[in-house]
Nanobody, 114 residues
Framework: QVQLVESGGGLVQAGGSLRLSCRASGITFSHNTMGWYRQAPGNARELVAAINGDSTTNYAASVKGRFTISRDNAKNTLYLQMNSLKPEDTAVYYC????????WGQGTQVTVSS
């Protein structure tokens, strides 16, 4: 059974930082492209950042230079370091794993106050 468990969300003031983690089980973690997506109320879910098996990364233009995605294959864990947070970063953040199938975590709320 595949499980993706996110942690690290919370409430932070604008300009602050948070670090999200996603612990994976039930998949061959190193073979999967891993990503962080977010969904704000009334909006579609959107890609924030992704990292593939050889650690090539891809970022949404809105977070480039502020967020850093990384992975630790030995710990089956994905990270998202979020700096210089803005109120528009407020959303539920979801961990995603994909290779042949797509898997999602339950989401973690990030709220940035102005």
């Amino acid at each position: 059974q595949v499980q993706l468990v996110e942690s690290g969300g919370g409430l932070v003031q604008a300009g602050g930082s948070l670090r999200l983690s996603c612990r994976a089980s039930g998949i061959t973690f190193s073979h999967n492209t891993m990503g962080w997506y977010r969904q704000a109320p009334g909006n579609a879910r959107e890609l924030v950042a992704a990292i593939n098996g050889d650690s090539t990364t891809n970022y949404a233009a809105s977070v480039k230079g502020r967020f850093t995605i990384s992975r630790d294959n030995a710990k089956n864990t994905l990270y998202l370091q979020m700096n210089s947070l803005k109120p528009e970063d407020t959303a539920v953040y979801y961990c995603n794993a994909n290779r042949w199938d797509w898997y999602w975590g339950q989401g973690t709320q990030v709220t940035v106050s102005s």
